[in-house]
C-alpha cells in the first residue's frame, strides 16, 4: 500500500547510502529504506540533514543530526522507510 501511495519509492533512481553486511540503506526520491538482516538490531548513521519519523511504525525516531548525520536504529531482521526533511 504504501509503495502505491509514495510514487518515488516505484520510479525515483536508487541512491546507495549505506551498505554494509547486514544493513542496506539507500534513497529513492524524498524517502529513505533501511534494512537491517541482522539478528540483532543495528545502528546505522546515514548522511542525511533530517528524516521524520518511520513510516510503518517499526524504528524508533531517528536522533538528531550531528554534522549532517543522522543515527537510526534498525531492530533485527526488520527494516524502516523515513522521510527526509524539507
Do not use: F
Not at 526520491?29 to 517499526?58: C, F, M, S, W, Y
Amino acid at each position: 500500500a504504501l509503495r502505491r501511495e509514495l510514487g518515488d519509492l516505484r520510479g525515483d533512481q536508487m541512491l546507495n547510502l549505506v551498505v554494509a553486511d547486514q544493513q542496506w540503506v539507500y534513497r529513492r526520491g524524498q524517502h529513505v529504506v533501511a534494512i537491517n538482516n541482522d539478528t540483532t538490531a543495528a545502528t546505522v548513521k546515514i548522511p542525511a540533514a533530517g528524516l521524520e519519523a518511520d513510516r510503518l511504525g517499526i524504528c524508533p525516531a531517528p536522533a538528531a543530526a550531528v554534522d549532517g548525520v543522522v543515527s537510526v536504529t534498525i531492530p533485527a531482521r526488520s527494516g524502516c522507510i523515513l522521510r527526509l526533511r524539507p
